[in-house]
């Protein structure tokens, strides 16, 4: 058997599917009378979390708002040019310095005269970068090392608690500061590697007590008592079931990662210019403040924006997937 | 208990020398030598240069230099800035700022997050849960700086009615950053407190208590609050240190002189000494928090001491 933590993400989602199969019947009953109480088609053999949270979500208007949100900002992260015609680094005229909106440039000029609405929109590819591989990387390595602490326990599992204790114990902004002081040239991955390094223990904390407290059940005993590897047990019985607390979380800190990444580039130890980063766009808006409000505004919106679609997108899934807090 | 706490203060030790010696590793790993860039493009004597990397220890190996630190430190020595100024000059010249604008934000996240969630949590589903609903989430999915920013512009600029920057006018200068630097917390509590009341309101007790005929004001004051507040109680009192952290952001957008500034500056400028000594003293800070919490939590909850 492959070491679990190797090929998570495919096997995540075969696990995902072959759910019910694993026997988990309180979930199947719980879906069931949820299908039957709403009068949904009984037809729908596989009534598995996911699924029901699916069809649970698709009716709730705070997810598809930020789900919409986010699938447009994501197509602006990947082609910003389908947008606006105009290059963000060039054409600038310092003749045109903070030159407000208007009809035809609607988010105005910058300091350096350039056009506002380009800079922005650019920006969003940054922002998303760092929030996407900060939540892969402390995804994979809590959940990776959450399970190992919680399957196995013993002295492992001591030696990460105290590993995310000392972690905890450094206030986040305070040592990302430190940390990215170190070094010369920051890029999206430099950024997204130190909030992995603040950030995994809490993913950590989530995984082990989900896994603590799947590894008790009935079906996990069943599944050994046929002769499953501890590798195979994690992997399609653990995985799946203690996976949704995770996904919840994660959805709600890619948002928080994005407004750090901005702080800390705000701070002047996040991206470097000539990055487009609305952390940097902000911090430059700073001192004219008072003349020219919409360079804070308009990188600042788009920012609002951002963390709020996926902190709407995380409530709406918390509310699907865990039908204890409805 | 005795037993609890004697386990929760040994468990303090391997965590306070982890992060310290983290942190010095860091702040020391940084590629360039210090002394060298104390004098800018002029040529130092040789004789200086080895003169003050002896009295930093900077030609020891990195754990003797971090055991030395400790061992002064142990003694209330927190070490000379480059500048031959002690730290422990500078953070008690910065310090204070910091703990003022914390408090201040304490107190706000405590007492208008309590106010709010118990508001909403007693009226579940009414207009005013509905808005501290809303205005949480707003709050939460407003980075602290961009607030900060608008607060500046609206409030101190257009209004007038505080101080943009600076700490010249005593009280009035830390109640806008103290109410930024509050805001993220402040949602959390108001959330926090919301849930729990909510939940506990469904427990047996509260309708035993209603059944045996108390009044409502006994039956959420005396039953229903006090036990949904444990959770928001660990939560304030770990926030403590995370304020003083973040204080850092606050401290930069409204320019108070406190140590956020200062540890900003000396990251940026190689100063060592000065990183390390204010660093050290906030994960103290954070480190202690921490710890009270969970003393505390056991005297709330008894049900802790015996895991």
Not at chain 1, 205 to 217: A, G, N, P, T
Not at chain 2, 228 to 246: E, K, N, R
């Amino acid at each position: 058997m492959s070491n679990p933590t190797d090929d998570r993400p495919s096997e995540g989602l075969v696990a995902t599917t072959a759910q019910p199969r694993s026997g988990d019947t309180k979930n199947l009953a719980t879906a069931s009378q949820i299908t039957g109480a709403a009068g949904g088609d009984m037809s729908l053999r596989e009534a598995s979390l996911w699924s029901d949270a699916w069809r649970q979500l698709r009716k709730n208007p705070f997810f598809v708002v930020s789900a919409l949100l986010i699938l447009v900002l994501v197509i602006i992260a990947i082609a910003p040019g389908l947008f606006t015609d105009v290059d963000p680094r060039k054409g600038c005229s310092l003749s045109k310095s903070r030159v407000r909106p208007s009809a035809e440039h609607w988010f105005g000029y910058d300091f350096q005269g350039c056009d506002y609405f380009a800079r922005v929109l650019y920006g969003t590819r940054n922002s998303m970068m760092v929030g996407l591989l900060t939540v892969i990387g402390t995804v994979v390595l809590g959940c990776g090392l959450g399970m190992i602490a919680g399957f196995y326990g013993g002295w492992l599992d001591s030696i990460i608690a105290r590993l995310t204790d000392v972690i905890f114990g450094i206030p986040t902004v305070l040592g990302a500061i430190v940390v990215l002081n170190l070094f010369r040239e920051r890029k999206a991955w430099t950024v997204a590697l130190v909030l992995v390094l603040f950030g995994w223990p809490t993913t950590l904390r989530l995984m082990r007590s989900s896994v603590l407290s799947i590894k008790e059940m009935d079906y996990v005993a069943a599944a050994r008592a046929m002769g499953a590897s501890n590798a195979r047990i994690l992997r399609l019985h653990i995985l799946p079931n203690a996976l949704a607390p995770v996904i919840v979380y994660s959805t709600i800190a890619l948002g928080g990662y994005i407004a750090t990444e901005a702080a800390l580039s705000f701070l002047g130890v996040g991206l470097q210019l000539p990055a487009i980063s609305w952390g940097l766009m902000i911090d430059v808006a700073q001192p004219h403040i008072q003349n020219s409000p919409h360079l804070l505004l308009f990188p600042g919106a788009f920012l609002v924006v951002t963390v709020l679609s996926f902190i709407l997108m995380g409530d709406a899934l918390r509310d699907a997937l865990d039908p204890k807090l409805r | 208990m005795g037993r609890y706490v004697l386990r929760r203060l040994l468990q303090v030790i391997p965590v306070f020398i982890g992060a310290t010696f983290l942190i010095f590793w860091m702040v020391y790993a940084i590629p360039g030598d210090p002394i060298r860039a104390l004098s800018g493009d002029r040529p130092q004597s040789a004789a200086v240069m080895r003169t003050l990397r002896e009295r930093y220890n900077l030609d020891d190996p990195l754990p003797v230099q971090y055991g030395k630190y400790m061992g002064n430190l142990a003694k209330g020595d927190f070490g000379r800035a480059f500048s031959g100024r002690e730290v422990s000059d500078i953070m008690k010249q910065r310090f204070p700022v910091t703990i003022r604008l914390t408090l201040w934000a304490f107190l706000f996240e405590a007492l208008f997050g309590l106010i709010a969630g118990v508001l909403a949590g007693l009226r579940r589903g009414s207009f005013l849960d509905n808005l501290v609903l809303v205005t949480t989430t707003a709050v939460v999915a407003i980075p602290s700086f961009v607030l900060g920013f608008v607060a500046q512009l609206t409030l101190g600029l257009k209004l007038r009615w505080f101080p943009i920057a600076g700490i010249q006018n005593g009280t009035k200068s830390y109640i806008l950053p103290g109410l930024i630097l509050a805001s993220l917390s402040l949602a959390f509590v108001a959330r926090l407190t919301r849930t729990s009341l909510v939940e506990n309101l469904r427990n047996d007790y509260v309708r035993t208590a209603r059944a045996k005929g108390l009044p409502t004001r006994l039956v959420i004051g005396r039953h229903a609050l006090r036990n949904s507040l444990i959770p928001v109680v660990t939560f304030l009192g770990i926030d403590i240190g995370s304020l003083m952290g973040g204080a850092i952001i606050t401290e930069g957008i409204f320019n108070l002189p406190g140590v956020g500034g200062e540890v900003f500056r000396a990251v940026r400028t190689q100063e060592g000494p000065i990183v390390v000594g204010i660093v050290t003293a906030l994960v103290l800070v954070f480190i202690l928090c921490n710890l009270v919490v969970d003393i505390l939590y056991a005297v709330l909850d008894p049900r802790i001491r015996y895991e």
